[in-house]
């Protein structure tokens, strides 16, 4: 077992004692021995991490010129501007591992990295901007709090800073949401219409059922996961229900009810056909997300080429007032 | 503009040279939350030079006005002391139990020490 979880060079001794440091609860940090499993793991959940944080902002990028009013400009435009930032803390919590940013925005370029599934669907109403605040931000803060845990140092720390910085971007949906429920007929309907279509690829979005999880196992006794992703599918389901039932939507699924014996709602069976189809490129924006991306990325390089050459002009001066 | 950092350069300057990658180079941040508090270690960024990385600082990790100062100081600055030799190196400070204020024994009922 543990050669198929270790590289080869990884000593035995040291994968023991790192692994005792973990199940101490110890924090493990950059310039700690760890063995090239963790390392790697590591690289590729954050690097998904913060791709996601990135291709997050886009679909709500969509909605900012159509805001309803400048309240819901500015919220809409602060939330955005955080996801930069969340992208950034953990693109800098990467780096820590020994890779390059660069290569990492790279992969994302290339199509060769993986991001969160769920910002591969279209926002087609104002409606949307509600529910992704409150399913996919709120999906993503039972997630990230269960991340600050994790054993790795600056990872626990990036995910405290931003599930500080998200609750804004859950109630900010809410709020919209609970205004469409309580409006006319015409904006209860769409907003019940965005719920139906986003509330599957936000169940989606804590990835496989734990069957089909070969790195959980791993993951949680390395203590880089804290819960199984269904168990954490779970808990979203707990807390979004009665969200749901308190603003007189429903929630597009027959089989959900209340299991008093477990204390859960049970829900029906996710379409992993329509997930797998979306991780592997299918999804309606995949190419559209990444073109954008693209697009931005080159139509940005000149303030990249203008700060460097700003900063050589202003060393070549002091260097000129030095001599 | 030489490609080397000279000897008279300060120390942000010569971090502040661009990698033959074309990567900026990476600057560690420090946070203050409140008067009188210390600066704590907030995150990492890169920036062409000291102003950019102020300016980026700013920018990514004082959003909601929970800074009131900033430092940022060129990651390539850092020394840190070795993990692998964290038993030793510490090792003098461990066995002193006459630096606390446990160890010393005041006789019963005197107050105020």
Redesign the interface.
């Known amino acids: 077992m543990t050669q198929a979880r270790t590289q080869p060079q990884d000593d035995p001794a040291k994968v023991a004692a790192f692994e005792a440091r973990i199940a101490a609860g110890e924090s493990i ?1 950059p ?3 760890m063995p090239e499993r963790y390392r790697r793991q590591l690289i590729r959940m954050m690097s998904q991490h913060a791709h996601s944080e990135i291709v997050g902002m886009l679909p709500e990028g969509n909605w900012i010129t159509r805001a309803p009013s400048l309240r819901r400009k500015i919220s809409l435009i ?1 939330k955005v ?2 996801e930069a ?1 969340h992208g ?2 953990i693109y ?2 990467t ?1 820590t591992l020994g890779v ?3 290569e990492l925005v790279q992969q994302l370029l290339d199509g060769t990295a993986k991001y969160s599934s769920i910002f591969n669907y279209p926002t087609l109403s104002w409606a949307d901007m509600g529910v992704i605040g409150w399913f996919v931000d709120g999906a993503a803060i039972v997630n990230q709090t269960v991340l600050a845990k994790a054993s790795y140092g600056p990872y626990a ?2 995910m405290i ?1 931003i599930c500080k ?1 998200e609750n804004f971007h859950k109630r900010q949906g809410y709020e919209i949401v609970a205004v469409l429920a309580n409006g006319t007929p015409a904006q209860k309907a769409m907003i019940q219409d965005a719920v139906n279509r986003w509330w599957w690829p936000s169940l989606m979005m804590f990835g496989p059922s734990d069957a089909d999880s070969p790195n959980t196992a791993e993951l949680i006794r390395w203590k880089v996961k804290r819960r199984t992703n269904d168990e954490l599918r779970q808990r979203f389901v707990n807390l979004t229900v009665p969200q749901a039932a308190a603003v007189n939507l429903t929630l597009p699924d027959p089989e959900l009810r209340y299991d008093a014996d477990t204390e859960n709602w049970h829900f029906g069976p996710i379409d992993w056909d329509e997930f797998n189809q979306v991780i592997r490129g299918n999804g309606p924006c995949n190419r559209e997300r990444l073109e954008a991306r693209r697009r931005a990325h080159d139509e940005g390089a000149w303030v990249r080429e203008a ?2 050459a ?3 002009k ?3 001066k ?2 000129s007032e ?1 001599a | 503009m030489s490609d080397r950092p000279d000897a008279t350069t300060p120390v942000g300057e010569q971090a502040a040279a661009i990698a033959p990658d074309g990567q900026w180079p990476v600057w560690e941040v420090f946070t203050q939350s409140a008067q009188g508090a210390p600066h704590e270690h907030a995150g990492s960024l890169h920036a062409t030079d000291a102003e950019h990385a102020l300016q980026n600082a700013r920018d990514v990790y004082a959003r909601r006005g929970e800074v009131i100062s900033l430092w940022v100081v060129p990651s390539a600055a850092i020394t840190a002391s070795s993990p692998g030799d964290a038993g030793p190196f510490f090792d003098p400070g461990a066995d002193k139990a006459y630096r606390h204020p446990q160890f010393y024994k005041v006789p019963r009922g005197v107050r105020g020490l």
Request: a negative charge; hydrophobic letters at 35%.
């Open positions: 940090e310039k700690d021995w602060a501007q955080d930032g950034l803390y800098c919590g780096e390059d940013r660069a720390r990036a800073r910085e700060a460097s700003y900063a050589a202003q060393r070549a002091q260097a030095a």
